[in-house]
C-alpha cells in the first residue's frame, strides 16, 4: 500500500496556501520516533509523507535531529542511557510502568552505566551539558517532566558561574525555554520560567552579551558554537523568552530584567554589528522594540497603580460614564475588571462629573459585578453544575409571545431535564425566578446577550416547562422565535431599581436637577436655613396639651417653647430644631429612639406651617421598605387627607384610598388617559387572541373550511366526500376509522394521565402567612388593566365590539377548529366523573352504554392526535391529487400532509402576531405617557406623596415635573447613595435624612464593592463621618434595660433608658427576661442557596415559642427572627406541628429592621468546623439583632465560637455573663407553682412542661364541682374554654333506669333510650322514649297489601302511605310500535299510549342506505344508534361490480360503485394484440409496448414501442457491438457498438466517444510500484488511473504484515496479540497498545536466582547465561540455559534434526541453545543475543530470522520487548492513531472547514457532481467520527482540498456566465469528484493525476473564455488555432500543461490581431457610442458594427474591416451576420419584441 518515488504535487493545508503534503498510509515498522505533524498554523516543516521513502541508514545525526527537530529526538547508534531518551508517549495518557524502569537497561555497556548512574543520583552537582542537550531538543511537555526530575541539578547549574568552555548553555536554555512555552500545562511553564528569573542566570546572560561581540579567535568561537553557527536561531530564543517573561510577569520583567532586555541586549547588538557584521533580522528589531514599550509601559503602569494607591484612586476614567450601557453586554461582562474608583467615604468629590461617575460605576458594577463573576466561572468551565452568583439553564427556546392583563412579554421554553429541578424545589421559599430577576440569554458562547427580566412564576407555567420574561434590548424587528436555542442566565439582581437609576444618573441634564449639592459633594460645613425661610418666618406648634398651641419665630432661639412643652426629651429637642431650621438635616435614630415619631411631629409642622399653597405637593417622602411607607402613611392621617401612595403591597385596607391607582380613576378630566388605556386593552386582547390562535394550531386540528381557504390542495377532499354528509372532510380523513379502545382502559390511561404534583406545586408563588414577601420585590405592572376595572367604565364593550368588528373585516379569515385537545380532555373528565356517578348509584349497563361510547370515541381521538404529533416535522411524500382514492393513503401521510397545510396557516398567524406585537408596543408607550400625565395632575395637588425608593427611581420624571420643596427620607441609612441623590430634584429646598448607619447599612449586591470600594457606605452615614451637622436621639423608649444593655455602651455608648422601660412586666413562665442559651448544635448548607440551616437550634426556638404562646400571649406579642433566610423556611416549614404558632410570625432579621415586638426569639444558626460566623461579626446586623424586643429577649447560638471572633460578641458575652443571662440551659418556672422549676437543656426537655406550667394536676373546681381534668396549665386560667370529662350524674326521664348518657360538660338532650308504644292505627313501633306516639311526624312502618284504583294491580306498601300517592311498580306488557318492549312501570295515568314515549334500545334496522341485503346477523352493517335516533348512513366498505366493465371495487356499503370513473388497469387487447396499459376509464391508444424489431440499415434488432417502425435514423440508438475490430486512437483494438462505429463511417464520432470503449489492461507502472489494474478507458488513457487494488503487503510495527488493499489507510492491526506471560495473556488485538502485567512474582527464576518484582517491570536480575543443569528426554545432558525451556535438540539421538546457524553450518558442541517461544525454531544464545541487542533502522519487534515470526513471549528478552513496547511501538500508535483529544481536534477543524468551502463555493453547490461528492464528505465526518484515526482525518483533509479547489475552478467558469465547452467542464468536474465519492485513501499516483486534471480545468476556463470572443469567427487563422488549443487541452491524453499554455497564448493573440475586442475595450466602446442594448451586430468575420434609430436593418453595406457584406433589409441580417450580444449583454435585437422585456438584460 506504500507509494513508492516523488511525493506528489503540494496542495493547500489546512493553515493555509502552503507546501503541505498530503499524508498517507504510514508503515509503522519502517519509521522510529515519528509522529504526525502538529496541526495549527505553528506546524513544524515535516519530514516526507509516511511510506514515501525508505529512510536512508547512513544519515547522520545532525541531519536527523534537524529534520526531527518537532518530535522525540533520535536515537543514537551508541547504547545511551535509556533516561535520556524520549518517553514518546502521550502525556496525557503516561504510561503506567513502576519508576525504577528508568533506572535498568540491558543495552547499556559497563562504562556508560556507571558514568551515568553517578550522573544520575548525584543530584546536587550540576547538570551536565549534555544532559542539558538533550532535554532542550525533547518535546515540551517532557522537558517539564525532566526539568522537575532534575530540579535541583538544573537550578545548580543556572546559578553556578559558567566557563566560557560551556558559553553554550545559554542558548540551550533560552532553546529549552521557548520550547517549553509551546505546552498546554500553563501553570507548570509558568512556575518554570520564573524559577528561571530568580536565579543568577538572567546575571550570567548579561554578563555573557556584553562579552560577546568581543569573541574574535577561533577557539572561543568552537566553545560557543551553538550561537556562532545559528545566530538568528539564538536571539530568536532570546527575544521569546523576553515575550514569555512580559506576558507572564511584567513586574517581574521590569524589576529582574529591566537592564537586560533595555541596555545589554541593545549594547550587544550594537557591538556585534560593528565588530562581526551581525546586523538583527527587521522583523527581530521590530520584536525588541514591542518588548522595550511593553518594559516602559509595565513600569509606568506599576507607577501609576502605587500613585493610585496613594491618591485614593483619582484617575480620569477611560471614558465617559454616559457613554456606558446601562444594559449588559457581552463585551462588558467578559471584562476581567472594569474601570471603577472607590465611594469617596473621607472627604469631598473633586466636582460633580466626578461625584457621577464614581456613583453609577459602582451602582453598575454591583448590578454586573455578580453576573460578571458567574459568567467567568461558566466560560472556563460550561460543564460544571453550580456557579456563584447565577444559574445555567441550558436549550432554553423563545416559545411565543406573552401577554396578560398586567404584563407583556415573551414565553420561554426550559429544557426537558428542568422538571427533576421543578420537581424538587420548593417553590414557596426558593430564589429562583423571582419576579423581577435579571435573565440573560445567549447563544454565541456569551459575546452578547439578550436582557431581560423575569414576568412571573405560576404553576401553569412550570408545568409546562415555561417561563414568561420581558426583553429589555430587544428591537421589534428582532425574530426571537425561531427555535434557536439559547443559555438562559439566571442572576438574583432585582434590576428594575437599578435600570431606573443609572438611567437617571446618565442623564446629561441630571447635574442641573441635583440639588444640595454643596453638602452632597463639596462637604460644606456651615449649615444654611432652608430657602423658603425668611427671619421672620413663624410657626405655631401643638405642645403635650393638645389644646394649647405655640407661635415662636423658626429662626430665634429664645422664642421657641421649651422640649418639656412639646413633650420631647432633651435630644429629640435638638433633633427637632435641626430639622426645621437646617436644609441639610441628619438625624440619628438608635434602636428605641423615636425615630418615626420624630419624622411624623417634623413632617406635621411643616405641614402646618411651611408657607406653600395648601394645594399643591409639598412634601415627598421616601422609605426604604413598604412597611415603613405604611407606618409613616398612618401617622399623617390624622393631619391630612391630601395624601398619595405610590407603591405595591400595603397591607392596611384603609390606605387602599390614597393609592394612586384610585386617586387616578377619581381624576374628572382623563378623558385621553382612558382612551389610551382601552386602547392598550384592545391591543393586549388582540395579541391574545393571536396568541389561542397559535395554540389551536399546536393543540388542535383545524376546520376544513379554515384549511382550504390557505391551502387549494385541501379543496380535492371536499371533492371526494361531496354527499357523504360528512360535516367537516379534513376531521374525517384524519381520524378515519380511528379504533375505539374499552371503557376501562380508557379509565386507567385517564386516571394515570390526571396523576399531577397538585399539591407540590400549589406552593407556588403562594403568601406564606400574612408578613410581607421575605425578598421583597414590588411588582410592577398595569396596574389599572384589570378586566373588572376596565368594565366598570362602560367603554370596554365598545373597544370589544370594535374588536370584534376587527374579525369581520374583508379579507380576514376566521380560524376554527374540528378537533381540541385540551376540549376534549377536559370533556373526557367530565364524561368520566358522570360515568362513575351513574355507575356509583347502580345505573344498569345498557343506560351507561352510550356514554361509554362517547368516552371511548373522545379518548381514542386523543390518543390518534398525540400519536401523530410526533410526524409534525415529517415531509409528505407525494401530494394529493383530484380523483385519487383518499382513503387509500397512510395515516401517517395524511397527517403530514395536514401539518404542511397547518404550517402555512401558522405562517399567516406569526406574521399577525408581529404586527400586534408592533401595535402593542406603541399603544404602551402611548399609555405609559397618558397615565403619567393624569399621574402628574392628581399628585401636583397632592400635599404629601409617599413612594419606596425604588419607586421614587422608576417615577423621577414625575417628581421632577411636580417638584416637591420638601423631601423626608426614612430609613436613610439603608438606602444606596445614588437612589436617594436620584429621588431629589433642583426645586428641593429642605433635606431631611433620618435613619441609623449603626443598624442596618444598604445591601450591595457584590461583596467585592463593598469590601472594597465602600459602596455599602450611605449618604447619611457619609455625611456623619465627615462632620456634617447633625443630631442623635439618645433616648430609647422599647427595650428593658437588661436587653439595653447589650447595646449600650457596647454600640451607643451615651444611650440612655426612659423610665417607662423600667416597669415592663417580668415575661411570664421563665426565669429570665433575658437569656443566650449556647449549645453545639452544627449547622447545615442549603442545596439551592448559600444560606445555613441549623434545624437542632430551629427546633429548640419553636418549642421555646410555643411554651411562650402557652404562657397566654397573643401572637403578634411573640416573634421569632432568623439570621438567615434558609433558617426562617424550614422554621415556617415546621411551624404547622406546633398548636399555637399558626399566627407567630417567623421572619428573616434583615427584613424586620424598624419593627419591634414584646417578645423576640433570635436563633443565630451559625456553628461549624470552620469557625466562620459569616455577617453574623458585623455590628450593624448585631445592633439590629439585640434592639427588636421590649420585654423579652431569647437568643440561641454558639457563645464561644461568637466570642472567638468578634470582640464585640465578647463584650457581650461578658455583660450577658454578669447578669447570669448565659448558659447551656434555660430555666422555666411555673406561674401557678413558682417553686416548680423546669431545667431545659434539649428540646425533650420541653415534655416537662407540655401544657405550659408544671407536671403537678390543676386542682382548680369547675362550674360543676368536678376538678380541672388537666395537668397545670398557664391558659385560660378561668376555665372559660375547659371542659369536664365527668360522667353526666342528672336526671332526665321518669324512668330511673334511664340515665344521661353523655358527659358532664355537654348539655343534657332528651331521653334516646328506645321503648315499644302503641300508634293511632293499631299497630305498635320501637320509639325512642322523649316521642309521643301521637305525633303526626311518626310514620308507621308496618306493611300492608291495597288494590290501586286506577289500574287495578295489588300494591303492598308502608302503612303510612296515601294510595293516591303510590305509582305502581308493575312492569308494563304493551309492545311499542318499533316492535320492542316498553322498558318502564306500569304508567296508565302518563303517555298510556306510549305516543312521547323514546325507546333506548339498539336499532333493530340495517343501517341508512345499506346495500347488503342481509338476514339474519347483520354484522357492521347493523344500525349503531339506538331505535329512537335516525340511522346512519352505511360506510362498512364492501366489495361491487361495475355495471359497465364488471370490475369489483371495495367502496361503502350506502355509495354506488358506477358513480366514479373506474380506476382499474384496462383489459381490453389493442389490434396489434397486446393488452391496452392504461386505466378503464381512459381511451385505448397506441400500443406502448416494448418489442424487438430489425432496424433495416444494420440488420440488428432494437427495442422500440410496438406501434413505431424501425427507420435507417434508428441506427443511431443501436447499442450492437460490431464483429470489427476498430484501431482506437490509442492504438488498442476496440469492438465498438453498432451506432458509434456508424458515426465512426460517417465521420462524426469524437476521439472521446472512441476511447471510451477501449477496455485493454491500462497496465501503467504506479507510483507505489504496483501495475495499475484499471482498463485504457476507466483510466482515461493515463488521464486519472484507478485505485490500487493490489494487497499492501507492508511489514507494520508489531512484526506481522497488512493485509489491505493498497488503496486504504492501513487500520490497526487486527490479529489477536501475542504478548503473554505466565500469568495471562494480552486479549487485546494487536494494533492496540498492550496493558503490562502487574502480577506477582515475575516469571523469570532458576536455582541460582528469582525475580522478586511484577511482571511487567524491570527484572530486578539479569537473565541466567549459566548451563541447564536438566537432562532431556534421551537422557542426554540439555542443551539450554537454566532458567529457559528446554530445547528438543540432541546431537546424539537427532543429528539430522540438529539445528544449525543461519550459514547452514551445526553449532559447535560446546553452543548453548535457546528455543524460542514464538515459532519452533533454536538458536545459540550469543546468535539470538546480538541479533536482539542490535539496533534497528526503524521501530518494530525482531522477528525470526527464519520464519519471519515475532520474538514477544522468549522470556530472556522479556525486559527488551517490554521496553520496546512501553518506550517505542506503544506511543508510536498512539500518535499515529490519536489520542481522543487529538481526534476531537482535528474532526472540529475538519467540520469547520468543511463549512467554510461549503459556504465559499455556493454555486459549486449547483453542481450535483460537486455537491455528490461534497454530501459523501460530510457523512463520511458526521457518521463515522468516533472510529476516525488521525491518519483518516488527515486524508479528508486532503479530500475537502481537492474538493475545494474543483468548486474554485468550476466558480471561475460559472461566475463569468462562460457557455463555451460547458460539457467538457462538466465532465472534468464529474471525473474528479467520482474519485472523491470513494472510501479508499487518495494515493500519490492520484494526486499527480487529479493536479494535472485540476490545471487542465484552469485551461479549460481559460480556453472558454478565448472561444466567447471568438465565437462565429471566419477567420481560418482563428479558427485553426482554436482547434489546435482544443486538441491540447481538452484531449483524452496525459495532460501536457507546457503544450496547452503555449496553445493558449498563440491563441489569444491570433484572436486579439483579428481584430476581435476585449471585454474591458467592448465596454468602453458601448459607452462611448451610447447606444442602448439590442444595436450591436457582428459580420460573417467577427467584426463588430452598430446599426442607429431602432436597431434593425434597412440597408446593406460593406465591413470596413474586411469588405463583407453588412446590414439587411426589412429588419433582416444578410447571411452570415448576427446579434452581437457580447458587446452590451443584450439577449435580442433592440427593434425585436422581446426587446422590451426584462429579458433583453443580464441582471447577473
Not at 466560560?379 to 452568583?389: A, F, L, M, Q, S
Not at 410570625?1145 to 419591634?1156: F, R
Request: proline share 5%; net charge neutral; with cysteine.
Amino acid at each position: 500500500m506504500g507509494d513508492n518515488g516523488d511525493p506528489g504535487p503540494s496542495w493547500r493545508g489546512r493553515g493555509g496556501r502552503g507546501n503541505r503534503r498530503p499524508w498517507h498510509r504510514p508503515h509503522l515498522g519502517r519509521i522510529r520516533g515519528v509522529s504526525p505533524p502538529a496541526r495549527g498554523h505553528n506546524r513544524s516543516p515535516s519530514p516526507e509523507p509516511y511510506g514515501h521513502h525508505k529512510w536512508n541508514q547512513q544519515r547522520d545525526e545532525q541531519s536527523r535531529r534537524r529534520n526531527y527537530s518537532h518530535t522525540s529526538p533520535p536515537r543514537k547508534r551508541f547504547k545511551a542511557d535509556p533516561r535520556l531518551k524520549d518517553e514518546s508517549h502521550d502525556m496525557d495518557e503516561p504510561y503506567k510502568y513502576p519508576r525504577q524502569h528508568s533506572r535498568s537497561s540491558s543495552f547499556r555497556s559497563k562504562h556508560n552505566l556507571q558514568r551515568n548512574d553517578r550522573h544520575y543520583y548525584n543530584r546536587d552537582r550540576p547538570m551536565g551539558f549534555k544532559m542539558l542537550e538533550e532535554i532542550s531538543r525533547s518535546e515540551c511537555t517532557t522537558i517539564i517532566e525532566k526539568i522537575n526530575q532534575q530540579k535541583k541539578c538544573f537550578m545548580h547549574l543556572l546559578n553556578t558561574p559558567v566557563d566560557k568552555q560551556k558559553n553554550d548553555v545559554f542558548a540551550l536554555v533560552l532553546e529549552l525555554v521557548t520550547n517549553v512555552w509551546n505546552s498546554s500545562f500553563e501553570e507548570s511553564k509558568k512556575l518554570l520560567l520564573l524559577e528561571i528569573c530568580n536565579t543568577k542566570f538572567i546575571d550570567h546572560l548579561q554578563l555573557y552579551l556584553m562579552q560577546l561581540p568581543y569573541t574574535m579567535s577561533a577557539e572561543d568561537k568552537f566553545f560557543n558554537k551553538y550561537y556562532w553557527s545559528k545566530e538568528k536561531e539564538f536571539w530568536s530564543y532570546f527575544i521569546s523568552f523576553c515575550e514569555c517573561l512580559v506576558t507572564v510577569s511584567p513586574s517581574t520583567a521590569v524589576q529582574k530584567c529591566r537592564a537586560l532586555i533595555e541596555a545589554t541586549s541593545k549594547s550587544c547588538l550594537e557591538g556585534l554589528k560593528e565588530k562581526q557584521g551581525f546586523e538583527l533580522p527587521e522583523e527581530y528589531t521590530t520584536r525588541m522594540i514591542k518588548i522595550r514599550d511593553s518594559i516602559k509601559i509595565c513600569d509606568e503602569g506599576e507607577k501609576q497603580a502605587q500613585k493610585r494607591r496613594k491618591t485614593n484612586e483619582t484617575d480620569e476614567p477611560p471614558e465617559s460614564f454616559r457613554e456606558l450601557s446601562v444594559l449588559p453586554s457581552g463585551a462588558e461582562l467578559l471584562e476581567r475588571r472594569p474601570f471603577l474608583r472607590a465611594n469617596v467615604v473621607e472627604g469631598a468629590y473633586a466636582d460633580v462629573e466626578h461625584y457621577l461617575d464614581v456613583q453609577f460605576r459602582l451602582l453598575r458594577e454591583d448590578c454586573f459585578g455578580p453576573l460578571r463573576e458567574g459568567i467567568h466561572q461558566f466560560i472556563e468551565e460550561p460543564k460544571k453544575r453550580k456557579y456563584d452568583h447565577i444559574r445555567v439553564y441550558r436549550n432554553v427556546k423563545f416559545l411565543e409571545p406573552y401577554v396578560s392583563n398586567q404584563k407583556v412579554g415573551s414565553i420561554v421554553l426550559l429544557d426537558e431535564g428542568i422538571m427533576k429541578m421543578i420537581n424538587k424545589v420548593n417553590w414557596a421559599h426558593s430564589k429562583r425566578f423571582l419576579f423581577g430577576s435579571l435573565v440573560l440569554f445567549t447563544k454565541d458562547h456569551c459575546k452578547s446577550f439578550l436582557v431581560g427580566t423575569i414576568l412571573e412564576r405560576h404553576e401553569k407555567f412550570l408545568r409546562k416547562r415555561q417561563l414568561p420574561v420581558n426583553i429589555v434590548n430587544l428591537t421589534m424587528d428582532s425574530d426571537m422565535y425561531n427555535d434557536d436555542a439559547y443559555i438562559m442566565i439566571e442572576c438574583e439582581v432585582y434590576f428594575e431599581p437599578y435600570y431606573h437609576v443609572l438611567k437617571a444618573l446618565q442623564d446629561p441634564s441630571f447635574p442641573e436637577h441635583l440639588s444640595m449639592s454643596k453638602y452632597i459633594i463639596d462637604l460644606q460645613k456651615v449649615q444654611e436655613k432652608p430657602s423658603y425661610l425668611t427671619p421672620e418666618s413663624v410657626y405655631k406648634v401643638q405642645t403635650k396639651h393638645r389644646d394649647i398651641r405655640k407661635v415662636f419665630t423658626v429662626l430665634q432661639d429664645d422664642t421657641w417653647p421649651s422640649d418639656v412643652e412639646l413633650g420631647l426629651n432633651s435630644t429629640q429637642y435638638e433633633a427637632y430644631k435641626l430639622a426645621l431650621t437646617h436644609e441639610f438635616a441628619v438625624i440619628q435614630g438608635p434602636p428605641g429612639t423615636g425615630k418615626t415619631f420624630l419624622g411624623v411631629k417634623v413632617a406635621e409642622t411643616l405641614l402646618r406651617n411651611a408657607p406653600f399653597p395648601k394645594d399643591k405637593c409639598c412634601m415627598l417622602v421616601i422609605c426604604y421598605t413598604n412597611h415603613a411607607l405604611d407606618q409613616f402613611l398612618e401617622a399623617l392621617l390624622p393631619l391630612t387627607n391630601s395624601l398619595a401612595r405610590i407603591g405595591g403591597r400595603s397591607r392596611n385596607e384603609t390606605l387602599n384610598q390614597f393609592n394612586i391607582n384610585n386617586l387616578r380613576r377619581s381624576q374628572s378630566n382623563s378623558g385621553y388617559y382612558h382612551e389610551r388605556r382601552i386602547s392598550l386593552k384592545m391591543q393586549i386582547n388582540a395579541l391574545e387572541h393571536e396568541k389561542s390562535r397559535a395554540d389551536e394550531l399546536n393543540l388542535g386540528v383545524l376546520s376544513y373550511k379554515t384549511v382550504a381557504a390557505y391551502n387549494e390542495e385541501c379543496k380535492i377532499l371536499e371533492i371526494f366526500y361531496r354527499g357523504s354528509g360528512i360535516k367537516d372532510s379534513l376531521k374525517h380523513w384524519l381520524f378515519e376509522e380511528v379504533d375505539d379502545i374499552d371503557i376501562e382502559q380508557a379509565l386507567l390511561e385517564q386516571q394515570i394521565d390526571s396523576v399531577v404534583l397538585d399539591e407540590h406545586y400549589a406552593s407556588i408563588d403562594a403568601d406564606i402567612d400574612t408578613e410581607y414577601d421575605i425578598f421583597g420585590r414590588d411588582e410592577l405592572f398595569f396596574d389599572d388593566l384589570e378586566e373588572g376595572e376596565i368594565r366598570k367604565d362602560g367603554e370596554i364593550g365598545k373597544g370589544d365590539n370594535e374588536f370584534r368588528r376587527d374579525e369581520n373585516r374583508e379579507g380576514f379569515t376566521s380560524i376554527t377548529t374540528s378537533f381540541s385537545l385540551p376540549d376534549n380532555e377536559r370533556e373526557i373528565k367530565t364524561l368520566i366523573r358522570k360515568y362513575q356517578d351513574l355507575q356509583n348509584q347502580g345505573c344498569p349497563r345498557h343506560v351507561l352504554r352510550e356514554l361509554d361510547a362517547e368516552i371511548c370515541h373522545l379518548h381514542s381521538e386523543v390518543k390518534r392526535f398525540k400519536e401523530m404529533l410526533v410526524f409534525r416535522s415529517r415531509t409528505p411524500k407525494f401530494p394529493i391529487t383530484e380523483g385519487q382514492d383518499l382513503t387509500s393513503i397512510p395515516l401517517v401521510e395524511r397527517w403530514s400532509l395536514y401539518f404542511k397545510w397547518a404550517d402555512v396557516v401558522m405562517d399567516d398567524v406569526k406574521k399577525n402576531i408581529k404586527t400586534k406585537e408592533v401595535n402593542l408596543q406603541s399603544s404602551a408607550v402611548a399609555y405609559e405617557e397618558a397615565r403619567m400625565m393624569v399621574d402628574l395632575a392628581v399628585l401636583k395637588e397632592t400635599r404629601v406623596v409617599v413612594m419606596t425608593t425604588s419607586g421614587a427611581a422608576r417615577l423621577r420624571k414625575l417628581l421632577v415635573a411636580i417638584a416637591p420643596p420638601i423631601v423626608v427620607v426614612e430609613e436613610a441609612a439603608e438606602v444606596l447613595e445614588s437612589h436617594i441623590v436620584t429621588s431629589l430634584t433642583k426645586n428641593c429646598q429642605h433635606l431631611i435624612l433620618i435613619g441609623d448607619h449603626q443598624q442596618l447599612r444598604p445591601s450591595a449586591a457584590y461583596l467585592r464593592l463593598a469590601r472594597h470600594y465602600q459602596l455599602e457606605v450611605s449618604l447619611f452615614e457619609r455625611m456623619i463621618r465627615n462632620g456634617v451637622h447633625s443630631r442623635r436621639l439618645g433616648v430609647q423608649h422599647r427595650m428593658r434595660p437588661e436587653i439595653a444593655a447589650l447595646v449600650s455602651p457596647h454600640i451607643y455608648p451615651d444611650l440612655q433608658n426612659h423610665r417607662s422601660v423600667e416597669d415592663f412586666p417580668p415575661v411570664r413562665g421563665v426565669a429570665h427576661n433575658l437569656f443566650f442559651f449556647s449549645h453545639h448544635y452544627r449547622e447545615q448548607s442549603e442545596d439551592d442557596s448559600s444560606s445555613r440551616t441549623n434545624t437542632q437550634e430551629a427546633d429548640l426556638v419553636l418549642r421555646l415559642a410555643n411554651y411562650l404562646m402557652q404562657q397566654d400571649y397573643a401572637p403578634e406579642e411573640v416573634t421569632i427572627l432568623a439570621a438567615y433566610s434558609g433558617q426562617m423556611i424550614y422554621m415556617r416549614k415546621q411551624r404547622p406541628y406546633y398548636a399555637n404558632l399558626s399566627n407567630v410570625k417567623i421572619t428573616v432579621l434583615d427584613n424586620y429592621q424598624g419593627e419591634e415586638s414584646k417578645i423576640i426569639l433570635l436563633s443565630l444558626v451559625r456553628n461549624n468546623n470552620n469557625d466562620s460566623i459569616g455577617f453574623l461579626g458585623t455590628e450593624n446586623r448585631i445592633c439590629v439583632a439585640l434592639s427588636r424586643a421590649r420585654e423579652g429577649l431569647f437568643i440561641f447560638g454558639n457563645i464561644e465560637l461568637l466570642k472567638g471572633k468578634s470582640v464585640l460578641w465578647s463584650n457581650i458575652a461578658t455583660t450577658l455573663e454578669r447578669n447570669g443571662s448565659l448558659g447551656t440551659s434555660l430555666r422555666l418556672r411555673c406561674e401557678n407553682h413558682r417553686e416548680e422549676i423546669a431545667m431545659i437543656t434539649s428540646v425533650d426537655d420541653f415534655n416537662k412542661v407540655p401544657e405550659g406550667g408544671c407536671l403537678l394536676n390543676c386542682k382548680y373546681n369547675l362550674p360543676c364541682g368536678h376538678p380541672c381534668p388537666r395537668i397545670c396549665h398557664t391558659y385560660d386560667l378561668v376555665h372559660q374554654t375547659i371542659q369536664c370529662t365527668k360522667t353526666c350524674e342528672r336526671k332526665i326521664c321518669e324512668r330511673e333506669d334511664h340515665k344521661c348518657p353523655f358527659k358532664c360538660a355537654k348539655k343534657c338532650q332528651p331521653c334516646q333510650q328506645l321503648v315499644n308504644k302503641a300508634l293511632p292505627c293499631g299497630h305498635r313501633m320501637t320509639l325512642r322514649c322523649f316521642m309521643d306516639p301521637n305525633d303526626r311526624s311518626i310514620q308507621c312502618l308496618e306493611s300492608v297489601t291495597v288494590t290501586l284504583p286506577d289500574c287495578g294491580h295489588k300494591f303492598v306498601g308502608e302503612c303510612y302511605m296515601n294510595v293516591s300517592d303510590v305509582r305502581c311498580q308493575e312492569k308494563c306488557t304493551n309492545r311499542l310500535n318499533c316492535g320492542h318492549a316498553c322498558l318502564r312501570k306500569c304508567h296508565v295515568n302518563n303517555d298510556p299510549d306510549h305516543e312521547h314515549y323514546i325507546c333506548r334500545k339498539p336499532c333493530p334496522k340495517l343501517k341508512e342506505g345499506c346495500t347488503a341485503n342481509l338476514e339474519g346477523d347483520f354484522g357492521e352493517h347493523k344500525c349503531s344508534n339506538l331505535c329512537w335516533e335516525e340511522c346512519v348512513q352505511c360506510y362498512v366498505r364492501i366489495v361491487k361490480k361495475r355495471s359497465d366493465c364488471g370490475h369489483l371495487k371495495k367502496v361503502p356499503c350506502y355509495k354506488d360503485v358506477n358513480a366514479d370513473p373506474c380506476r382499474a388497469k384496462c383489459a381490453r387487447s389493442l389490434p396489434c394484440g397486446h393488452h391496452c396499459k392504461k386505466l378503464c376509464f381512459e381511451e385505448c391508444r397506441d400500443c406502448k409496448e416494448m418489442v424487438t424489431k430489425t432496424i433495416p440499415s444494420c440488420n440488428h434488432e432494437i427495442k422500440i414501442e410496438c406501434g413505431i417502425e424501425p427507420t435507417p435514423d434508428h441506427q443511431s440508438k443501436c447499442t450492437k457491438i460490431t464483429d470489427d475490430n476498430y484501431e482506437a486512437p490509442c492504438g488498442h483494438k476496440v469492438r465498438l457498438p453498432c451506432n458509434v462505429y456508424h458515426a465512426v463511417q460517417t465521420g462524426t464520432a469524437s476521439v472521446e466517444k472512441i476511447l471510451s470503449y477501449c477496455n485493454a489492461p491500462c497496465g501503467a507502472l504506479l507510483r507505489c510500484g504496483h501495475v495499475c489494474g484499471g482498463s485504457c478507458r476507466s483510466c482515461r488513457q493515463g488521464c486519472l488511473h484507478q485505485p490500487c487494488a493490489a494487497r499492501c503487503h507492508q511489514l507494520n510495527i508489531c512484526g506481522h504484515r497488512c493485509e489491505e488493499p493498497c488503496n486504504q489507510v492501513c487500520p490497526p492491526c487486527r490479529r489477536s496479540c501475542s504478548v503473554r506471560c505466565p500469568h495471562s495473556t494480552c486479549g487485546r488485538p494487536c494494533g492496540a497498545p498492550c496493558t503490562p502485567c502487574t502480577e506477582t512474582p515475575c516469571g523469570r527464576s532458576c536455582v541460582h536466582s528469582a525475580c522478586k518484582r511484577t511482571c511487567g517491570a524491570p527484572c530486578d536480575r539479569a537473565p541466567c547465561s549459566e548451563a541447564c543443569p536438566l537432562a532431556l528426554a534421551c537422557g542426554h545432558p540439555c542443551r539450554g540455559l537454566c532458567g529457559e525451556p528446554c530445547p528438543p535438540a540432541c546431537r546424539l539421538c537427532d543429528p539430522e534434526g540438529f539445528p544449525t546457524d543461519l550459514l547452514g553450518d551445526p553449532y559447535e558442541d560446546d553452543a548453548k541453545l535457546i528455543q524460542l517461544q514464538d515459532c519452533p525454531h533454536m538458536f545459540d544464545v550469543d546468535t539470538l543475543d546480538t541479533l536482539m541487542k542490535c539496533e534497528n533502522e526503524t521501530i518494530r519487534i525482531k522477528t525470526c530470522p527464519w520464519c519471519r515470526e515475532p520474538i514477544i513471549n522468549t522470556y530472556r528478552y522479556k525486559d527488551m520487548v517490554n521496553e520496546l513496547l512501553k518506550n517505542d511501538i506503544n506511543p508510536i500508535k498512539e500518535k499515529v492513531y490519536g489520542t481522543e483529544r487529538q481526534r476531537s481536534k482535528m474532526l472540529k477543524e475538519l467540520l469547520v472547514k468543511i463549512i467554510h468551502v461549503v459556504k465559499s463555493q455556493k454555486l459549486a453547490m449547483g453542481n450535483r457532481h460537486w455537491e455528490s461528492a461534497y454530501k459523501a464528505l460530510r457523512n463520511a465526518v458526521g457518521k463515522g467520527n468516533k472510529r476516525l484515526s488521525v491518519l483518516h482525518l488527515d486524508m479528508y483533509h486532503i479530500y475537502l482540498d481537492l474538493l475545494d479547489n474543483v468548486g474554485q475552478y468550476y466558480t471561475k467558469y460559472v461566475a463569468e456566465n462562460l457557455t463555451e465547452l460547458k460539457t467538457e467542464m462538466q465532465g472534468q468536474v464529474k471525473m474528479i469528484c467520482s474519485v472523491l465519492v470513494g472510501k479508499q485513501k487518495i494515493s500519490q499516483q492520484q494526486q499527480a493525476d487529479i493536479g494535472k486534471e485540476l490545471k487542465r480545468m484552469n485551461s479549460i476556463v481559460q480556453l472558454a473564455k478565448i472561444l466567447g470572443l471568438s465565437k462565429n469567427a471566419t477567420n481560418q487563422e482563428v479558427l485553426e488555432m482554436t482547434k489546435t488549443a482544443k486538441e491540447a487541452v481538452l484531449t483524452w491524453t496525459v495532460y501536457d500543461e507546457e503544450k496547452a499554455v503555449e496553445s493558449l497564448k498563440k491563441l489569444e493573440k491570433v484572436v486579439e490581431l483579428s481584430g476581435i475586442a476585449s471585454k474591458e475595450e467592448r465596454a468602453m466602446v458601448v459607452r462611448a457610442i451610447g447606444l442602448k442594448a439590442g444595436h450591436w451586430y457582428k459580420c460573417p468575420n467577427g467584426h463588430f458594427y452598430c446599426i442607429g434609430e431602432c436597431g434593425g436593418a434597412m440597408q446593406l453595406s460593406r465591413c470596413p474591416d474586411c469588405g463583407a457584406a453588412i446590414g439587411g433589409q426589412q429588419h433582416t441580417l444578410t447571411a452570415g451576420n448576427q446579434h452581437a450580444r457580447e458587446m452590451d449583454g443584450s439577449r435580442f435585437a433592440a427593434w425585436s419584441t422581446e426587446a422590451n422585456n426584462m429579458a433583453n438584460f443580464q441582471l447577473d
